[in-house]
Structures are given as C-alpha cells and as structure tokens.
C-alpha cells in the first residue's frame, strides 16, 4: 500500500511514531486525501459512481489544501514514498508525474510551461529531492537520483545523479541524492 510507505518515510526521517506522524504532519494528511480519490481515480468502478465520488474528492482535496497549502490533485501521478517536508505553498499540477521515495520541500511548484510542442509538465524520476522554493516547469525530464538545490527555476532536463541550482538551473556537481533520502 503506497499511504503505509509514505507514512513510513516520514516515521524513518523523525524516529516518531506513525501515530504521531498522522496526527502532526501536513504532508500526510494531503497525502492521504490524494491516495484515496487517486485509487478512486484510477479504479474500474463504473463511470458515473466515479465521477460522483471523485465530485466530492475535489471538495475533499480543496478542504485539505486550503488547511495544508498543498495541491496534490487525484490524477497527477505520484509514486510511493513521498515525504513533504514542511507544508504550505506546495503545488503540483494534475498532470505530473513524480516517481518513488521522492523528497518536497515547501514552496515547491511542479507545474506547466513552455509553448507549443515543448509545452506539457515535468516527469520526476525515482528518489528525486527538490529543494525549498524550487520550480520545476515544463515538458522535461528529472532523472534518478537528481537533487535541485533551493530557490532554482528548472526547465531543462536534468541527468540522473546530479546537483542542479540556479536561476535557471545548471549542473554544479555530480552528487546525487544519497544523502537527502533515507
């Protein structure tokens, strides 16, 4: 169950209990809200149950994204294990992709950019830390293992096992994200 290997993320990175974890962090009770309508999302129940269910996982995702300042729509794709850090000013757009045992700081923005066929949304690969206030934009590529240092605005494929930084980012070394992700 994906929800289990977020909540043990974040129990891994506190040494706290899962309870505690559920009863404190932000990042889970978004993420709890988009595990559900996701499963909802991607499920074979008949067309209109799931359009009356996932009616009301808006108003659900809503609710809990005013509360937590994170936007984690049910149809962006999000793999298992993902820790939010800290909360609020989070935004992923509905068509991201974010791969496994990936690391997001607060003001984070996985969005849309570029025109015409260079337009779309980025793909996150696996164990992928994106550092505070960092914007990843456009039709791009972050590899596995990648790390986008703080403040950066990212809209260039990045290799896998790099350092990114900057304003636009470029490449300043060759550490991937070992250290950042446990």
């Known amino acids: ?17 899962a309870l505690v974890m559920l009863l404190t962090q932000q990042g889970l009770w978004a993420l709890f809200y988009y595990r559900l309508f996701n499963s909802v999302y991607v499920s074979n129940i008949p067309s209109i149950f ?14 809990a994204e005013i509360f937590t300042g994170i936007t984690l729509p ?25 791969g496994s045992n990936c690391n997001i700081s607060q003001g984070v923005t996985i969005g849309v950019s570029g025109r015409k066929e ?3 949304v980025p793909t996150i690969g696996d164990r992928v830390y994106i550092g505070v ?9 972050i590899g596995d293992g990648a790390v986008i240092g703080a403040n950066s605005l990212v809209t260039r494929n990045v290799e896998g096992g790099t350092t990114v930084m900057g304003v636009p980012a470029i490449k300043v070394s060759d550490l991937d994200s070992q250290e950042y992700i446990l």
Do not use: P
């Open 1 to 17: 169950m994906k929800y289990a290997k977020d909540i043990k993320r974040y129990t891994d990175y506190s040494g706290k209990s």
């Open 50 to 63: 799931k359009k009356v269910i996932l009616f009301f996982g808006v108003l659900f995702q809503k609710k």
């Open 74 to 98: 049910y149809s962006a794709q999000i793999g298992e294990g993902l820790y939010i850090g800290h909360h609020s000013g989070i935004i992923i757009n509905a068509n991201a992709i974010i």
């Open 118 to 120: 260079h337009r779309g």
């Open 133 to 141: 206030n960092a914007v990843v934009a456009g039709n791009i590529i």
